[in-house]
């Protein structure tokens, strides 16, 4: 069982900045595939940025540029950076881990490909 427990998020203004991190417990965290989900109000759930076991990376077209996906696995923890916040980032943003990791990189594009999921942790970017 892997347990995944999201912090970071809150109120900011555009342009603005925010750090999540999701810490995970249970397993080898340094094996899995880690990604970062949103879903705001009336939308469907969609990938934000993931990151695999070896340190390959995918995002967003929507944040590439304001977002940075990176991991810690001496800490068994993954990082969403968020730069240049605006309105329609305002999402729960979810954290999510995928223990079978031997298909290609961009298998890992998708919510279906991940197993367990943290709790969420709510961003709003408002002035």
């Known amino acids: 069982q892997v347990q995944l427990v999201e912090s970071g998020g809150g109120l900011v203004q555009p342009g603005g900045s925010l750090r999540l991190s999701c810490a995970a417990s249970?397993?080898?965290?340094?094996?899995?595939?880690m990604g970062w989900f949103r879903q705001a109000p009336g939308h469907q759930r969609e990938l934000v940025a993931r990151?695999?076991?070896?340190?390959?990376?995918n995002y967003a077209d929507s944040v590439k540029g304001r977002f940075t996906i990176s991991r810690d696995n001496a800490k068994n923890t993954v990082y969403l950076q968020m730069n240049s916040l605006k309105p329609e980032d305002t999402a729960v943003y979810y954290c999510?881990?995928?223990?079978?990791?031997?298909?290609?990189?961009?298998?890992?594009?998708?919510?279906?490909?991940?197993?367990?999921w943290g709790q969420g942790t709510q961003v709003t970017v408002s002035s």
């Open positions: 990151i695999t076991s070896s340190g390959s990376t």
């Open positions: 249970g397993s080898i965290f340094s094996n899995y595939n």
């Open positions: 999510a881990a995928a223990t079978i990791t031997l298909y290609s990189d961009s298998y890992y594009d998708t919510d279906q490909r991940y197993d367990y």
